[in-house]
């Protein structure tokens, strides 16, 4: 074996070491935090948030309601980041904003698919693997038993 292959292979075994735990809060606090951003900019001013989503979020559905629809998009951009963040139902939380990125991605900005791109792969990495052991959800599982499979974390 040569010393390439060698340092190749004890690198890929000290990353394999990495705890799936650890990843996923680094994923639950960038993508609260690209969430968390969003509603904060919305929050700031919403009479122009609302002219916002009529005028450009909406310009091409003009059968939703702006006022409703900015409401809707901001208690989601608080709601569900604060449940991921603290890994309390992490995997359903993850679900609207999958949908919101899809309905941005499809709707609003095309053209911003890298960045739709990074939100879903984050989102759904805690669909798929859940919260990990750092979380509220794993507590949970300890306390109430591994009954139901949908609250079942990784290491």
Do not use: C
């Amino acid at each position: 074996m040569t010393a390439l292959i060698y340092q190749a292979r004890r690198f890929r075994d000290l990353a394999e070491r990495i705890p799936y735990s650890a990843v996923a809060l680094l994923a639950r606090v960038a993508i609260a935090t690209i969430f968390w951003r969003a509603a904060r900019t919305k929050l700031a001013n919403f009479d122009l948030t609302i002219a916002l989503f009529q005028d450009e979020y909406l310009k091409t559905l003009p059968f939703l309601p702006a006022a409703p629809m900015a409401y809707l998009a901001t208690a989601l951009e608080l709601a569900m980041p604060a449940l991921i963040l603290a890994g309390l139902l992490t995997r359903l939380a993850t679900l609207p904003l999958i949908g919101m990125a899809f309905f941005i991605q499809i709707f609003v900005y095309p053209t911003s698919w890298p960045d739709h791109l990074i939100w879903i792969t984050l989102l759904g990495l805690l669909l798929a693997r859940g919260p990990g052991v750092i979380s509220l959800d794993a507590l949970l599982v300890r306390r109430f038993g591994r009954n139901d499979a949908g609250m079942h974390v990784h290491a």
